[in-house]
């Protein structure tokens, strides 16, 4: 697609549910990045993925919180036992691969309640 | 200390006015600067790389002061359609090879 697209766009799940995270990002781009914004913060960084390899995962803020891009394109991250902390807009982002800026996804709004 | 940090604002200006802001940088070995937009409720998108020799994009000049680490954005004769969130960014080691680290954000908000 012409962009990096996001879905869903909204989620609200009970504290104690699993929710997964859909990103297909623009094609071709090598890498792919997933951020946690906060209302009133900036982005924060999750995890980078290069192909289907994930070369970075500290920002991971707990093993609770799953990502993977089994075949180098579309992303899934997934959040197991949600809890009301985790409520934010999980950005995803793709781009070349160089050091660069990034395309944003619209985002999914997560509403733990 | 946070990576990049950012005067939050918000920034109240009049229509047509000048309006600049910084934004500073912890991790000296970073080589690539942006300043990036974000509407109320939406995606951040890319304003402007930032370069050594400072770039100018219209009504808008980036700068950066390596020997300060930091990074300014000046925007002149002000738009009611510049009212957003300027979000200073970085790329760090701790975000990945190609990581990003962005600053919380500067609340821009022009006045008729």
């Known amino acids: 697609g012409a962009g990096v697209s996001q879905s869903p766009r909204y989620k609200v799940a009970k504290r104690g549910q699993d929710v997964a995270l859909r990103c297909d990002p623009i094609s071709g781009h090598v890498s792919l990045f997933w951020y946690q914004q906060a209302l009133g913060q900036g982005p924060e960084f999750l995890t980078y993925f290069q192909n289907e390899a994930q070369l970075d995962k500290s920002g991971l803020p707990s093993d609770r919180f799953f990502a993977e891009r089994p075949e180098g394109s579309v992303s899934t991250l997934k959040i197991q036992r949600t809890q009301q902390e985790d409520s934010a807009v999980y950005l995803c982002?793709?781009?070349?691969?160089?050091?660069?800026?990034?395309?944003f996804g619209s985002g999914t709004r997560l509403t733990v309640v | 200390r946070k990576e990049v940090e950012q005067d939050p604002g918000p920034f109240n200006v009049p229509e047509g006015a000048t309006v600049a802001f910084n934004c500073t940088y912890s991790?000296?070995?970073?080589?690539?600067f942006f300043w990036y937009r974000q509407d109320c409720r939406k995606e951040p998108k890319l304003l402007m790389s930032?370069?050594?020799s400072g770039n100018e994009d219209g009504r808008f000049t980036a700068q950066l002061n390596r020997a300060s680490q930091y990074i300014s954005l000046l925007i002149r004769d002000s738009k009611l359609s510049d009212s957003a969130t300027y979000l200073c960014?970085?790329?760090?080691?701790?975000?990945?090879?190609?990581?990003?680290?962005f600053g919380k954000g500067t609340h821009l908000i022009i006045q008729p």
């Open positions: 991790n000296s070995a970073s080589q690539s």
């Open positions: 960014v970085v790329n760090s080691q701790g975000g990945g090879a190609d990581g990003l680290t």
């Open positions: 982002a793709s781009s070349l691969g160089t050091v660069r800026g990034y395309t």
């Open positions: 930032v370069y050594s």
